[in-house]
């Protein structure tokens, strides 16, 4: 049973008791462009007490730096050294996991946040936004040239997804030796700010499923994304929090990574998933139902 | 083990034991435009010999009337009512074991063919081949606007799969009540004339893994697919034979309705799938190579 939080001197302790707050974003600090209340104010409050501030999310669709933008105009505080989004995680495993040689390429399903990762970490690519993948003219497999140099499809969420890419990627995964399968993340779905849509995970379902094979997954919960934290930022696994709104996600990826974790109900995740006979077997340690909850321990 | 058939009286005995023969297409007959060598041949030996001929394909982009159309091109005798669909079968089973109400629609992802057979049958539908749900565009849910009359969502093979129509099928399979999640077929790939391309199953994978839910499926293996053409022709299972190149489709098909099977290894299916440590737990009754193995009881 998660400890549900509910008082002031709950909400203290919790804060004394972590130097390091990892926080999910969309369905926890915000939805699409509409910040969830008193989320603000609650990070201020963190930081105003010391504590390390980091953003851990599954979204692909921007860059690091793109997503600072958004940061900014929604009124948060961050830095780009602060953000650990699941296409930097991606770029930095292909760079550095699977040292992809530099005369070797990435075939992206996906849109300018991973292209702009992978231009950061020096890996180079097709497929993505190039128009000539952005289409819905028929793929023709007896006019398409197999570059033997592809060796990794990456996708991650493409709202521009057709069968032009998907083919493609297939064949390089089906004819390339050794080609890689990578996934930014696997989420199913995403909050938007009007309702739920279908996630990364729905975009390279169709590769799943024609290829009978999952991929590496590179995003919340695995491993490879707090590696990619750990390589950069020195914490204390015991004195850190994930603060999430998916237990498949983000409470999972803390409890892998021996995080205590903290699940919020403003997002995914309702009342219903977390009690009762059908409750979901990921048990956080800590529920509250919004961040904005912590305000209280400055007397707001 | 099945039975490897290479003599001339294996051949005759097959034919004499069977009189209704069920043929898939794709792999079988042809790769995509190339007739495979002798097919018309056995055909015309089989016709010959009394025996009743049907073809049954998953092939959900082309109506009855537009694959007649192909048969014709390719000079392989054939009759539209000989011809069972995916596609046909679906709208069968949406008018008459659904029983959609009139005033009802369905949401359509797939090709012009489901949008023939859904009309012959009177059934309404929106989506499809609509151009404005073909489109790359970004597809906004503030926008949208649910069809409270859409009670089932159908999904085909669908070239222009895109975000709008994977994010409108899954408001009305999540937001409608009673909204029913049907697939004309769940193949992994099909063979196009160049090779292999994702299939009609990896089309809807994306809805499946975002509903986490499994679709009711029409096509082969499914016996829906049966149900319809034993509606329209009354054979004798026991004197009835499939034909495919594909275990868990055409193979799985036969033998969930009781019919005899015969494997041919010119599409999907490989001698390495049917034998040794690591063969499929699904045995055809008889293997050839090739469906033009049969010209061999005529002399030829």
């Known amino acids: 049973m998660p400890a549900h ?15 390091t707050w990892m926080f999910d974003c969309d369905g926890v600090l915000w939805h699409g462009d509409r910040l969830i209340e008193g989320a603000v104010e609650v990070l201020e409050i963190l930081r105003k007490r010391g504590k ?22 929604l009124g948060v505080q961050a830095s780009v050294e602060e953000i650990y989004g699941s296409a930097y995680a991606s770029a930095v495993y292909i760079s550095s996991v699977m040292k992809l040689p530099k005369d070797k390429k990435v075939y992206v399903i996906g849109m300018a946040g991973i292209e702009e990762e992978l231009r950061e970490e020096g890996v180079s690519f097709i497929g993505g936004t190039d128009p000539a993948d952005c289409t819905l003219e028929p793929f023709s497999l ?26 493609k990627a297939f064949q390089y995964l089906t004819r390339n030796p050794g080609c890689q399968f990578l996934v930014t993340n ?3 779905t995403f909050p938007s700010a009007d309702g739920l849509l279908p996630g990364a995970g729905a975009i390279s379902a169709p ?3 024609a290829l009978e094979k999952d991929p590496i997954s590179i995003g919340k919960p695995a491993k490879t994304m707090l590696d990619c934290i750990q390589a950069k930022v020195k914490f204390d696994p015991e004195r850190t929090i994930m603060i999430g709104d998916r237990l498949n ?9 021996g995080l205590a974790t903290l699940l919020v109900l403003t997002g995914i995740t309702s009342k219903q998933d977390i009690t009762g006979p059908n409750a979901s077997p990921i048990v956080p340690d800590y529920v509250t139902h919004s961040i904005g909850d912590l305000r209280v321990v400055d007397g707001q």
Do not use: W
């Not at 939080?5 to 130097?19: A, N």
């Not at 007896?142 to 521009?160: M, N, R, T």
């Not at 996600?249 to 990574?257: E, K, R, S, V, W």
């Open 142 to 167: 007896s006019s398409f040239s197999l570059d033997p140099d592809v060796q990794a499809v990456l996708c991650g969420l493409d709202l521009s997804v057709n069968y032009t890419k998907l083919s």
């Open 207 to 209: 590769l799943r499923y």
């Open 186 to 188: 696997e989420d199913s």
């Open 249 to 257: 996600t983000d409470i999972l990826f803390g409890q892998a990574g």
């Open 52 to 73: 390390r501030i980091l953003f851990v999310t599954n979204n692909a669709s921007k860059s690091r730096k793109s997503y600072k933008a958004k940061f900014d105009a």
């Open 5 to 19: 939080l509910t008082t002031r001197p709950e909400y203290s302790l919790l804060i004394d008791r972590y130097d």
